[in-house]
């Protein structure tokens, strides 16, 4: 019998689908992929900082919060980046930021607490929340405001039993990004109303056309106190198989998370993390982070305005991440839902995206831009070619 726990576990729908494209491009099947959700760039400064780790034998232990050098870093990044104030005795490293967000719902979620979930959101949300036997409350968004979240869209849904609030600002699926204005409303919520942030972070390195990202913990002492500052350094360097992320919170949660990482993984590989320390040290690294952010700024362009010219196919221009999130439900409805419709486009027009479903919102489709210009001009051409076959 398996345990009641994990009976309705779902597998990450986004991952699946990058094997479905594998399968398919192995058995000789021409198809363009926007299912990634990592950038297609390789890193080989950090590859080299991390050979040299390996190679001076930094291969045993390391201590189960992260190496002192690491979080020092973080420390100081935080608050040269981010103007949020942590020593490093408050920054815990784990193995990425979905690691990180499990410990942080461990560290605060009681059985039948309740955890505010702007929709649509990241797939992985309201698993983990599950599994610490909370329950996610969705908060819908619509596209007509461009999915932004507000205090009073949010106000609500807070109900006695409310603990946390997820924060997901550039968002991924939609890409939208909170204002500091409505991010300061949201806060002071927050405050009164004695609810923990958890401030998903991964995407600040991608925020486009000067619009300004706002790390939650930097808005005051009091938001600090009740924030849960998650990043990785899996978006903003290109390092997702390294499995490093980090939180930084206040130092008694943070000792929490640090006791709960010895227990469960122990430390996060420790050359990984020399890799990682030099993403935050080598000067190139802000270089080579810049050029990403520029390119994928370029495909965002070309990406919604092939998008937006599809009969019957609205799109809100993402401000920030790699994503961008149709609405095609005039289709999805003729074949009757986003799963059937996605499986229509692989099949037929063999192009990959991951239905919006999987993210809360029926009717959409996340597409990932992390492929070249050429490959974004393709796949949505095949979009649109085999959308309009459904007429
Ligand atoms: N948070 C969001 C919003 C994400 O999109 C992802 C990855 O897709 C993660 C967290 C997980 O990041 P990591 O690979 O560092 O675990």
Redesign the pocket.
Known sequence: MLARRVSHIKPAP?LALSTKIDQLKVQGEDVVGFGA??PDCDTPKLKAACERALWSGKTKYAPSAGLPELRQALARKLWEENSVEYRPSEIVVS???????YLVFLTILDEGDEVLLPSPY?V?YPEQIMLCGAKPVVVPLNEDTGFVLTARILEPYISKRTKALVL?SP??PTGAVIPRNELEEIAQLCVDRRIFIVS?E??EAFVYDGEEFVSPASLSREVWKITFT?N????TYSM?GW???YVACPEKYAKMIADLNSQTISNVTTFAQYGALSALTDPRAKEFVKTMRETFSKRRNIAYELLKDIPHVSVVKPKGTFYIFPNLSYYSKKLGSDLVLADYLLEKGKVAGVPGSAFGAEGYLRLSYCVSEETIREGIWRIRTALESLE
């Open positions: 986004t959700g990592e193995s990425g930021a979905k690691m990180v967000l990241w992985t997901n968002s991924n998903d991964c995407y998650v990785a350094f899996s978006k997702t499995r490093v992320g």
